[in-house]
């Protein structure tokens, strides 16, 4: 929404969106046509894809465009549709290591499927996608746009000395018990830990005891936009993903997010993730797992608060020359204006296509 949908409405397309608005407390945004479905969650999935079908065979009467990014739609599209654009943000195949609802034999019977699913769809449709890092995962050459974000033009606020934050769902594999317990030690330190992002059904008790015992600020789900600005201000960003396939290709987006906001990345060593932090200077790197380093790195960062607003200037100043989406949007744009166009009828050519 943030993102991709904020530059097609900028460049004058007509927008119907199909997300699950009401199950993320989101008040869609007036300018898209809005068509809320459930939210698919752990391995109650059922109820969200059925109605995922309806929703798409609806969304797509007068488009030109249909647009998804959930693998699990390639089995619900409408027989009846437009030019396909598959996005394609996740290696579905390697992230099931990481998703602990699966029983074992599905983690070992359902990557094979995947690729062939993926292969499948390449012969169909057009994809997009998210890093370089998943072009060996097809045949075929397909453009690459990153995943990147908005970066304001100057920094925000200096980092501050009194909390510490994360952004992004949490999970196991994303670290949510190392902060769950960094929480804990950074406590007798008048140091506040707050954590913005849904949760996994087995890490949600633990965020509520951490949470009544006073030692975090558990947030829930935020619209990206506003979760970034309650990051602004804070010690250091946190990113102590664990080193499962999915993660280890991939850029973390959040520690270019934390870098957009001025602020000093502490993060675990991802191969992409630790590479940035380090070529840019604007952060450090800790152990998987070691929460006495994420704790030394953030209390180091508290007491030289010189060091570590040079830190998050410099970050900013990568961000913005690397990574500022305005910079790939118009690619994006491009893409998705040549293929609706291509397809379109002589009559219908120089039309605006309508985008789901």
């Known amino acids: 929404m943030h993102r991709q949908i904020r530059a097609l409405l900028d460049a004058g397309h007509e927008i119907t969106y199909v997300a699950p608005f009401t199950d993320c407390n989101v008040t869609p945004d007036p300018r898209v046509r809005a068509i809320d479905v459930p939210r698919a969650v752990g391995r109650r999935r059922g109820r969200a894809l059925k109605a995922a079908r309806g929703a798409l065979k609806r969304g797509v009467e007068g488009a030109d465009l249909l647009v998804v990014h959930d693998i699990e739609l390639l089995f619900r599209l409408p027989r009846s549709r437009p030019v396909t654009v598959w996005d394609v943000h996740e290696d579905t195949a390697a992230a099931l290591e990481s998703k602990p609802y699966l029983p074992e034999h599905l983690r070992r019977t359902l990557p094979p499927l995947i690729r062939r699913v993926e292969a499948r769809a390449?012969?169909?449709?057009?994809?997009?996608?998210?890093?370089?890092?998943?072009?060996?995962?097809?045949?075929?050459?397909?453009?690459?746009?990153?995943?990147t974000t908005y970066v304001p033009p100057r920094p925000p606020a200096p980092p501050g000395r009194n909390r510490v934050v994360y952004v992004g769902h949490l999970s196991r594999a994303r670290g949510a018990v190392e902060l769950i317990e960094l929480a804990r030690r950074l406590h007798p330190h008048g140091i506040r830990t707050d954590l913005v992002g849904a949760a996994d059904a087995e890490i949600r008790p633990l965020l509520r005891d951490a949470q009544r015992d006073g030692l975090l600020d558990w947030y829930g789900y935020v619209p990206n936009q506003h979760a970034l600005r309650m990051a602004e201000g804070a010690i250091a960003g946190l990113s102590l993903l664990h080193d499962v396939p999915n993660y280890r290709r991939s850029m973390p987006t959040k520690v270019v997010e934390y870098m957009s906001r001025g602020l000093p990345v502490i993060t675990t060593p991802l191969p992409a993730a630790s590479s940035l932090v380090e070529r840019a200077d604007c952060g450090v790197v800790t152990p998987f797992g070691d929460v006495d380093a994420a704790l030394r790195a953030v209390l180091a960062l508290r007491e030289d608060p010189e060091g570590a607003a040079a830190m998050g200037a410099r970050g900013?100043?990568?961000?913005?020359?690397?990574?500022?989406?305005?910079?790939?949007?118009?690619?994006?744009?491009?893409?998705?204006?040549?293929w609706a166009t291509a397809s379109a009828a002589p009559a219908r050519a120089h039309h605006r296509p309508l985008v789901v």
């Open 122 to 147: 390449e012969k169909r449709l057009h994809l997009i996608l998210a890093e370089e890092s998943y072009r060996e995962r097809f045949s075929r050459p397909h453009p690459v746009v990153p995943n």
């Open 316 to 338: 900013h100043a990568e961000a913005l020359r690397r990574y500022h989406w305005p910079d790939q949007a118009g690619e994006f744009v491009g893409l998705l204006e040549g």
